[in-house]
């Protein structure tokens, strides 16, 4: 009760949530897994079931592991790259992957972004990249902006700095045809879009988090 009225995360307090089907350990190593993401997880497997064949997905900024522990659990045939530049980040996904058989097809690299992902072409690049301005992270709630990792939460450009990398960066990382899903902030659409269009992809669409609000680009390579 002390620990919760100083503003910490409930689930710093009780060291673990569920997300997607697997219960994860969190603390302040890593960003705690939000329902948006769960329903990116969805999206991303529902896309692979109707586009075989998917054997292989790359996660990028995989902090505890969520995205990619969410989508071997569902995708029992995908291998998964997971990256994450922090290595304490890194060590906490490893933990998360241990405790779930699904884990075993999860491979961990210190990576930022593409710089040391392995080069196998892929079928899907998906990644949550932070995508706060510094003005948006002066409002946040305390339990965000005080116990959560920054650099999981502020980007440069107004938040699409790492968003733009990640755009630029995949087209040569997915085999054609493949899929680059993101999560974003609901303001960054219109320049995401634009940002997609002009490196090429095809089929670039936008789509709403459960609140109706612009969260997610979904782009066809």
């Known amino acids: 009760m002390k620990r919760r009225a100083q503003r910490e995360p409930l689930q710093h307090i ?3 949530v569920d997300f997607a089907g697997v ?3 969190v ?23 109707e586009n075989p064949p998917v054997e292989r997905i790359a996660d990028l900024g995989t902090g505890t592991g969520a995205i990619a522990l969410g989508l071997a659990e569902r995708l029992p045939s995908v291998a998964v790259v997971a990256a994450d530049r922090e290595e304490a980040a890194l060590t906490l996904a490893r933990e ?23 080069s196998a072409p892929y ?20 339990e965000v902006r005080d116990f959560e990792p920054r650099s999981a939460l502020v980007a440069a450009e107004d938040g699409l700095g790492d968003l733009n990398k990640i755009i630029s960066g995949a ?16 303001s960054q659409h219109a320049a995401l879009i634009d940002a997609a269009n002009a490196a090429g992809y095809s089929r670039v669409e936008s789509r709403r988090d459960l609140t109706g609000r612009d969260r997610f680009i979904l782009a066809v390579w």
């Open 23 to 25: 219960r994860l350990k």
């Open 14 to 16: 009780l060291g673990e």
């Open 171 to 186: 087209v040569h990382r997915l085999r054609r045809g493949g899929l680059l899903a993101l999560e974003t902030g609901p």
């Open 123 to 142: 079928d899907i690049v998906v990644s949550n990249p932070p995508y706060l301005s510094e003005a948006e992270l002066a409002e946040v709630a305390p």
């Open 96 to 118: 998360n992957a241990a405790a779930r058989s699904c884990g075993a097809r999860v491979e961990f690299v210190c990576s930022d972004w593409f710089t040391a992902l392995p």
């Open 27 to 49: 603390d302040r190593r890593a960003l705690i897994p939000r329902p948006e993401t769960e329903l990116l997880v969805e999206i991303v497997a529902g896309w692979a079931a």
